[in-house]
């Protein structure tokens, strides 16, 4: 996730571009850059935040009234000014500036450099401006064609050639993009806040669409050529409202973020039979092959997470597998050994447990793999190998999208795994592979059921004590769910294994006490049916998450939040959507400061 600006009209492009870079910052700050042309195409770019960018185009100043500007959330290189957008081919006449993955870049980049090309960035930014440049022959929309033909992924780019000057192009595949339309001046933006205040009036350019950017407009087609009668729509949020993408919260924005980061997370890193591709991780299939247990380690939402990958590596690998606290494991003088691997998750790679943990481990003489939402994180430099999520900066204390990335994260990991030890045979990855595809649209279905949550939140607002309940990997759901529902809407909750219930807590259930139960493995359903009857019994109140085909739960519960039906092992990713829907609307119901709740920080540095 990026931010990406354009400009063209009477105006300096320079300010207007840094602007709008500051605007969109939250999609990604780990460095800034823009290019003008006025007569040649000049580049600023600085690594860190845009103040630094400020500050360079303060003792390198540049003019012109054509330019495109980035504000960078690493995925390909380290953050650095190298590896800072914008991009030009090696004569400078062509410059990029792209957010999303080229999937298929290293390869494109072996035949590049194969024919004598000679790269300054690890990025695969730069090999869209190689390509542009060699396929120009006097058409820079036509050269821009040619070059989506050979390119695979999820991605927006938008291009300006000296050769054309008073003109951007730019294609949106999935990756976001708008267009602003001035008085004589149009915008380019991966988001509709960033440019708000100069003008309200908007084109959204859809999937493998193309537009073509000048003074007077803009034309939208479709990567093939067709044009396309693209209607205005006239936006009137206010400001506070805007830098939310028109969400009422960063929460609820990040949480319909969600079928992006999904395919954000797995972009060029599963093919259809499974086979995977991770790319910061080393270890080879003799060295998996050789492995006696997996270590995952990690706190709050992400050791809910690492719940859910300690399921899934027992179930798919047949390894031995535990998930622990990291603030607990530091102390715990526990016997890790060099044939066990260290799993250290962290959305910001800077948790202070986690990293002392995931020392600790090193220490023991265990591999150390991260999975990890920032690049160049302590976490990320500290690890063996780094498996990133790709869920872009989460600005909500609650985690919601940076949760989902890193499922996503280790079902790729056990594939990975799974494959070299023999315990994922082609069918198998086949099948996963073709669930976690669909995921993303799965995500969507579950999103347009926001309604039903909405009505489950009335039920449940004003409860003393709500407890949440499911077997296998519904209890790690069970435990997300409980947790976003506590931090952010300061109700007393509880998360338990539904066979649990019984040994205690039943105590607890007196008419109308609200119990969540989750209800996706059809292995142990029978045996969670009968904790929904114990609650029913005592005069509990349920609320079911469910497959939209289970016919069943409508005798037991009163309400039911529906997710698709699909393979168990993947449904965690759908079912802890109507939880997270849940916990903001109780929240919101009750008044209460969503993205930065009472008493927690975003990052917790200290012990
Ligand atoms: O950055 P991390 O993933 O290491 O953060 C760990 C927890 O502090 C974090 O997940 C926390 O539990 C969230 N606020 C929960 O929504």
Request: proline share 4%.
């Amino acid at each position: 996730m990026c931010g990406i600006m354009g400009y063209v009209g009477p105006q300096d492009a320079g300010p207007i571009l840094v602007d709008g870079l500051r605007r969109l910052e939250y999609r990604g700050y780990d460095s800034a850059g823009i290019a003008v042309t006025n007569g040649s195409i000049h580049v600023r770019k600085a690594q860190g935040k845009i103040v630094n960018l400020e500050a360079l185009l303060k003792r390198e100043p540049l003019s012109g009234s054509v330019g495109i500007g980035h504000t960078r959330w690493a995925t390909h290189g380290a953050p650095s000014d190298a590896n800072a957008h914008p991009h030009t081919d090696p004569t400078g006449e062509f410059v990029v500036v792209h957010n999303g993955i080229i999937e298929n870049y290293q390869s494109l980049k072996d035949q590049l450099a194969a024919a004598g090309a000679v790269f300054t960035s690890e990025t695969d930014t730069e090999v869209l401006a190689h390509i542009i440049a060699r396929e120009y022959d006097g058409d820079l929309v036509e050269a821009v064609r040619s070059t989506v033909a050979v390119c695979e992924g999820a991605y927006a780019m938008v291009v300006m050639s000296k050769k054309e000057p008073g003109k951007i192009v730019a294609v949106r595949k999935i990756s976001p993009l708008v267009v602003g339309l001035g008085d004589g001046e149009t915008y380019l933006a991966s988001d509709i806040p960033a440019v708000l205040h100069r003008t309200r009036d908007f084109m959204i350019i859809e999937d493998d669409e193309m537009v073509i950017v000048t003074s007077e407009g803009a034309t939208v087609k479709t990567i093939e050529g067709t044009e396309i009668d693209r209607e205005v729509l006239h936006i009137d949020w206010d400001s506070a409202r805007a830098e939310k993408g028109g969400y009422d919260h960063f929460m609820l924005k990040e949480i319909y973020e969600q079928p992006s980061v999904v395919t954000e997370t797995l972009a060029g890193r599963l093919d259809e039979d499974g086979t995977v591709w991770l790319e910061d991780v080393a270890f080879d299939d003799d060295y998996v092959r050789s492995l006696d247990r997996v270590w995952i380690t990690a706190c709050g939402t992400a050791f809910h997470a690492g719940l859910i990958g300690q399921e899934i590596f027992r179930r798919v690998l047949r390894l031995p597998s535990n998930v622990e606290y990291a603030h607990e494991l530091r102390y715990a003088d526990p016997i890790i050994g060099p044939n066990e691997l260290t799993i250290a998750i962290s959305q910001s790679g800077e948790t202070a447990d986690t990293l002392a943990a995931a020392r600790q481990a090193g220490e023991s003489g265990s591999r150390m793999l991260a999975i990890t939402n920032v690049v160049g994180s302590t976490l990320s430099r500290y690890a063996d190998d780094v498996l990133y999520t790709r869920a872009g900066p989460e600005i909500s204390v609650a985690s919601t999208k940076a949760y989902m990335a890193m499922l996503i994260a280790q079902y790729l990991l056990a594939l990975r795994l799974g494959s070299a030890r023999g315990t994922v045979d082609k069918e198998l990855a086949t099948r996963i592979a073709h669930g976690l595809h669909r995921m993303p649209a799965a995500i969507e279905k579950t999103l347009a059921a926001e309604p039903d949550t909405i009505r489950a939140a009335e039920e449940i607002k004003d409860a003393d004590d709500v407890y949440f309940i499911g077997r296998g990997l519904d209890y790690a759901i069970a435990m997300e769910g409980s947790l976003k529902l506590k931090e952010i809407s300061y109700l007393h909750s509880e998360a338990m294994p539904a066979g649990e219930l019984k040994h205690g807590t039943l105590a607890l259930i007196t008419d109308g006490v609200p119990v969540i139960v989750i209800l996706t493995q059809r292995s142990v359903y029978d045996k969670t049916i009968s904790a929904v009857q114990e609650v029913k019994a005592r005069g509990g109140k349920i609320i079911a998450v469910a497959y939209d085909t289970d016919e069943e739960i409508a005798k037991h519960a009163d309400t039911v939040l529906r997710i698709p039906d699909m393979p168990d092992l993947l449904a965690p990713v759908a079912a802890v959507v109507p939880l997270q829907l849940l916990a903001y609307h109780v929240a919101r119901m009750r008044g209460h400061d969503i993205d930065q709740p009472r008493n927690l920080a975003k990052s917790v540095t200290v012990e």
